[in-house]
């Protein structure tokens, strides 16, 4: 049996695909070395399991169902640029959540739960922050470039989208690049309170 790269997230639809494009064409003209995220590969990270035996991937898919069945639909919204580690050091572009950072810890939370007792996943140090990545800083020298310009995209608004399912993802390494696919689909059904 085989292994599969996993990760759970959501999908943030073509509006803000779009305007997040915009924003990379937009900070590329600074000309700094940056690893930018196709169009394709953007969704908002919830869980990242890393390698997963093919035989867990059903047992995966269930559990994300029945945790998605618990939260009801939400509205995401993206917006402001801010990166990892820190702004002053930047070496992961993101577009910050806004509206939905809630639901969205809240199902990291119970997923977080379910996937250790599953014994696919490891805690991570740094806490979840929603965040929906832009590109990769390849040097020092392009770190400056963007850190200067970051406080300038404090605004910047990259609309908003509503959100119905939870998505299991596979990512294979292509010469280009990962290339994600969808493998579970996991609708949040649960009531508005």
């Known amino acids: 049996m085989g292994r599969t790269r996993?990760?759970?997230?959501?999908?943030?639809?073509?509006?803000?695909?779009a305007s997040a494009v915009a924003?990379?064409?937009?900070?590329?003209?600074?000309?700094?070395?940056?690893?930018?995220?196709?169009?394709?590969?953007?969704?908002?990270?919830?869980?990242?399991?890393?390698?997963?035996?093919?035989?867990?991937?059903?047992?995966v898919c269930k559990v994300v169902k029945a945790v998605a069945a618990g939260e009801s639909p939400f509205s995401l919204r993206v917006s402001g640029v801010g990166a990892f580690p820190t702004a002053r050091r930047p070496k992961v572009l993101w577009g910050g959540v806004t509206d939905g950072a809630e639901p969205l810890q809240r199902l990291y939370?119970?997923?977080?739960?379910?996937?250790?007792?599953?014994?696919?996943?490891?805690?991570?140090?740094?806490?979840?922050?929603?965040?929906?990545?832009?590109?990769?800083?390849?040097?020092?020298?392009?770190?400056?470039?963007?850190?200067a310009e970051l406080p300038k995209r404090m605004t910047w608004?990259?609309?908003?989208?509503?959100?119905?399912?939870?998505?299991?993802?596979?990512?294979e390494m292509d010469r280009d690049g990962p290339v994600y696919t969808v493998i579970g689909r996991a609708p949040l059904t649960g009531k508005p309170t």
């Open 23 to 59: 924003l990379q064409k937009e900070l590329a003209k600074l000309g700094a070395e940056v690893k930018w995220v196709t169009p394709e590969s953007m969704h908002v990270t919830l869980l990242f399991l890393g390698e997963v035996d093919d035989r867990e991937l059903h047992t």
């Open 157 to 171: 608004q990259g609309g908003r989208v509503a959100i119905e399912e939870v998505l299991v993802y596979s990512s």
């Open 109 to 147: 939370t119970a997923l977080e739960e379910e996937m250790l007792e599953l014994g696919c996943y490891r805690t991570e140090e740094r806490g979840y922050t929603p965040h929906l990545t832009l590109g990769r800083v390849n040097t020092a020298e392009a770190g400056f470039a963007i850190a």
């Open 6 to 17: 996993t990760f759970i997230g959501i999908d943030t639809g073509d509006a803000i695909r």
